[in-house]
């Protein structure tokens, strides 16, 4: 066991408040720090009325939801004036080369809030791994357990996460979309040169991949309609090897096993 005082010094830690920061009904906070530092800024500053970053810094930690009872390291802010509507914050330099790589064991507060003492929990937090490079996104989880919304989809598109791109570029096949808002579904495949890597980044840059159904939708009513309701996953892959005609096959047998056609967005 590594303690996080051993290898992280923080003189006068009754000045620090600690931020978990957790899922807020609406998003994880570590997906908004993989998307955008000036939205994770945002967030730190976010303030409800109370004041509860009511010392000079916060040590930010993000629950890191992949595992249990781990933290990432989100920073240390000095509080430099507070608001009505939010706080006003400056990253501080010290400790800035873990943020994003140092990850913390340690149960969490307890309690009901996202400000508590820092001297309640520092002294228990425990080292559980250090990365060689910032986190950027989950790891490919593997052909059958892809059940990603559109957001997370769009992250690891965007970030270009090697794994998974080297995978997905590399297999044809037939994929499942679904509106988790009214449970409706499309039934889409990818063959030809074009893999299931590129099929899924023609929908994070145009929101529908110029499918006429799902098109009618996003036109209607933006991309972040997608963002907040839209589920990938994989029915079947194959090897670009696969003779195309297979592929189309098997994308009209899910079609009419999930009557995609009559009550989903397929259109053909």
């Not at 931020?19 to 570590?30: K, R, S, W």
């Not at 509860?52 to 920073?75: A, C, D, E, T």
């Not at 149960?107 to 559980?128: D, I, L, Q, W």
């Not at 980044?201 to 929101?207: I, K, L, P, Q």
Request: proline content about 1%; charged content about 25%; hydrophobic content about 35%.
């Amino acid at each position: 066991m590594i303690t996080l005082d051993s290898i992280l010094k923080i003189q006068n830690d009754y000045e620090y408040k600690v931020h978990f920061a957790v899922y807020n009904g609406d998003e994880q906070p570590l997906d908004v720090f993989v998307r955008d530092k000036e939205e994770w800024q945002n967030w730190n500053e976010y303030r409800d009325g109370k004041n509860v970053f009511n010392r000079k810094f916060i040590f930010s930690l993000i629950r890191f939801y992949p595992q249990q009872n781990r933290w990432l390291f989100g920073g240390i802010y000095e509080v430099i004036n507070t608001h009505v509507d939010g706080y006003e914050l400056k990253l501080q330099v010290l400790h800035s080369d873990l943020i994003g790589r140092l990850l913390i064991k340690h149960a969490g507060p307890g309690a009901r809030g996202r400000s508590f003492f820092f001297e309640k929990h520092y002294t228990n937090m425990e080292v559980a791994e250090i990365f060689e490079y910032e986190y950027s996104g989950e790891t490919f989880c593997g052909f059958d357990k892809i059940e990603h919304s559109f957001d997370k989809i769009e992250h690891i598109i965007r970030n270009q996460r090697l794994d998974w791109k080297t995978t997905l570029l590399n297999v044809k096949g037939v994929y499942l979309i679904v509106d988790k808002s009214n449970g409706r579904k499309y039934v889409g495949s990818a063959y030809g040169d074009s893999g299931i890597w590129s099929r899924w980044e023609c929908y994070v840059y145009t929101g529908h991949g110029w499918n006429e159904g799902i098109k009618q939708v996003i036109e209607d009513a933006g991309i972040e309609y997608a963002r907040q309701n839209f589920q990938f996953s994989l029915l079947e892959f194959y090897s670009m090897r696969t003779d195309d005609q297979l592929i189309i096959d098997r994308e009209q047998y899910w079609k009419r096993v999930l009557c995609s056609n009559t009550f989903g967005y397929n259109r053909n």
